[in-house]
């Protein structure tokens, strides 16, 4: 990526590099997740599926992505499982 087009931001805690004016669904593509099956938070706030368009990263921001799977959720490399 040109550096002058790139913003870092945290995903999941590890430095990801994306183009400036990315989205969530841009960011998902890129990811290749669908989202349906994940909860995103960003700066601390969990972000509803229909605003993931409309939210375009900046830098320095915090993503967290949660995966969804049979019997719980999966965070980065760790899988909880409900109760």
């Known amino acids: 990526m040109n550096n002058l087009n790139v913003a870092k931001i945290q ?12 989205n969530l669904n ?7 997740i669908q989202k349906n099956k994940v909860a995103i938070e960003v700066n601390g706030e969990i972000i509803e599926k229909n605003k993931y368009s409309n939210l375009t990263l ?3 921001d915090r993503v967290e992505i ?3 799977i049979g019997g719980g959720w999966f965070y980065g490399r ?4 409900s109760k």
């Open 11 to 22: 995903l999941n805690g590890s430095t990801y590099e994306i183009n400036n004016g990315t």
């Open 58 to 60: 900046s830098k320095n």
């Open 78 to 81: 760790y899988i909880y499982h």
């Open 66 to 68: 949660v995966h969804f």
């Open 26 to 32: 841009e960011l998902l593509n890129k990811l290749k």
